[in-house]
T-cell receptor, first 112, second 113 residues
Framework: SQQGEEDPQALSIQEGENATMNCSYK?????LQWYRQNSGRGLVHLIL?????REKHSGRLRVTLDTSKKSSSLLITASRAADTASYFC????????????FGQGTRLTINP | DTAVSQTPKYLVTQMGNDKSIKCEQN?????MYWYKQDSKKFLKIMFS???????INETVPNRFSPKSPDKAHLNLHINSLELGDSAVYFC????????????FGPGTRLTVT
């Protein structure tokens, strides 16, 4: 069953602008992960945020987690052409589950 | 020095054939996975092995049979291929079960004609 759902499904912005993607999930979780997939490639792990964390940073990436709303957001600041990719959130299928469930992703296009 | 590798990268075959996809990881991880990504980019787990033991076996036709000869390898054999099996198959590994990031291979694009 699908757990995380990304919004929007597609996003197109100009280089240098910020990009925000959202993820909503259904059941309680102990962690949430974000991955990036460049065209024709495998997924690459970006950030893992635990349920007791509200915000996490990694370079130009900022992830927030609101467990009361069962939602997370991924912000990419000062976007670059190389950020063009699909971005997926992944959550355990239920709290403590051993398998991750991925959403369908947000397709991000950075226009030069 | 590729972390997770898969072969072949592309596989084109006819309906009814049997094919295998191989996966190897050199990260020393205990856990390996097979995922299927359909044309709409929806990624779904198929199998997971931990220390060569099958842990996750989703609702997958029994034409799909994973085999883990050792912790570093997880192969996927598919019998009697069908048109609906066309997809990209990803192998992944992680340090363990639960709260660990996963490392993905480059994928195998399977096309059944």
């Amino acid at each position: 069953s699908q757990q995380g759902e990304e919004d929007p499904q597609a996003l197109s912005i100009q280089e240098g602008e910020n990009a925000t993607m959202n993820c909503s999930y259904k059941t309680s979780i102990n962690n949430l992960q974000w991955y990036r997939q460049n065209s024709g490639r495998g997924l690459v792990h970006l950030i893992l945020i635990r349920s007791n964390e509200r915000e996490k940073h990694s370079g130009r990436l900022r992830v927030t987690l609101d467990t009361s709303k069962k939602s997370s957001s991924l912000l990419i600041t000062a976007s670059r052409a190389a950020d063009t990719a699909s971005y997926f959130c992944a959550t355990p299928s239920f709290q403590g589950a051993q398998k991750l469930v991925f959403g369908q992703g947000t397709r991000l296009t950075i226009n030069p | 020095d590729t972390a997770v590798s898969q072969t072949p990268k592309y596989l084109v075959t006819q309906m009814g054939n049997d094919k295998s996809i191989k996966c190897e990881q050199n990260l020393g991880h205990d856990t390996m996975y097979w995922y299927k990504q359909d044309s709409k980019k929806f990624l779904k787990i198929m199998f997971s092995y931990n220390n060569k033991e099958l842990i996750i076996n989703e609702t997958v036709p029994n034409r799909f049979s994973p085999k883990s000869p050792d912790k570093a390898h997880l192969n996927l054999h598919i019998n009697s291929l069908e048109l609906g099996d066309s997809a990209v198959y990803f192998c992944a590994s992680s340090a363990g079960l639960g709260v660990y990031e996963q490392y993905f291979g480059p994928g195998t694009r399977l096309t059944v004609t």
